[in-house]
């Protein structure tokens, strides 16, 4: 879920009211400009902790503000959990209260707030039914090979400014929400899309992503390279990905 609207807030605090959280896990990335605060996604008694090792539970989900300054936390218990009880939002201040007796705040240039797991652990949870695919991932990245040689890469990243799609290392597009940039790894990773990839000699220059309608392929984007030797003959390949057979089967 993606928060730029105030009155979209209640949404999150619906949602996030009572759970857990550590504040020592609390994280501000002063490059990003990300304060990430992970976060148990049930609702129990006492923060979430193994009984076999005693040891607490790992956290399953992510509250992300982007676009953030002057991270203050305010702990005046110093006993390490507490409860979220209400993020607010007012003149550029995000204010995140906790029980017992906890306050967050920072500046924003906008509001910005990204709840729930983040776009990669889902890309992750929703891959592991495909075992064969080569996963990478970094801290703010992932790139999944299928498998064969008829495929391309697909890669997303994540940073300040959203959610970045990569087919084949050339073709991309920036989306604003996660669900639109997980929607669209989906796709790439489907036998319903197809790339096209035009070469210059050994050097790819161009990259379009054609989808099947009505039994045709249709491109719908191109990307291209500005300089590129273009006194060698083009040449076009074909490339295509067949993790999921179709659209209603890409990962969910």
Not at 20 to 31: K, L, S
Not at 92 to 106: E, F, K, L, M, S
Not at 219 to 224: A, F, V
Not at 231 to 237: D, E
């Amino acid at each position: 879920m993606t928060i730029r609207e105030p009155e979209r807030l209640v949404l999150v605090n619906d949602r996030i009211h009572d759970l857990w959280f550590d504040v020592e896990a609390i994280t501000y990335d002063p490059v990003s400009r990300v304060v990430r605060i992970p976060f148990w996604n049930r609702p129990t008694s006492k923060s979430p902790v193994n009984r076999a090792t005693g040891k607490p539970q790992p956290f399953d989900s992510l509250l992300a503000i982007h676009d953030a300054d002057k991270l203050t936390v305010e702990d005046k218990e110093h006993i390490g959990t507490y409860t979220f009880n209400v993020i607010a939002y007012s003149n550029r201040q995000v204010a995140i209260t906790a029980d017992p007796n906890v306050r967050i705040g920072c500046s924003v240039s906008s509001l910005h707030i990204d709840f729930g797991p983040d776009a990669i652990d889902r890309l992750v949870a929703k891959l592991a039914r495909y075992p064969e695919a080569d996963l990478t991932r970094s801290g703010s990245s992932i790139s999944i090979r299928p498998p064969g040689d008829a495929g391309f890469t697909v890669q997303l990243l994540v940073d300040a400014n959203g959610y970045t799609v990569f087919f084949d290392g050339g073709w991309h597009e920036q989306f604003d929400t996660e669900d639109e940039a997980i929607n669209c790894v989906g796709f790439g990773l489907s036998s319903s899309c197809r790339l096209a990839v035009t070469y210059r000699g050994s050097t790819p220059c161009s990259w379009a992503v054609q989808s099947l309608q009505g039994g045709d392929w249709k491109t719908d984007s191109l990307t291209g390279l500005l300089i590129f030797p273009f006194w060698r003959r083009p040449r076009i390949v074909f490339k295509q990905n067949d993790l999921t057979a179709s659209p209603s089967q890409e990962p969910q």
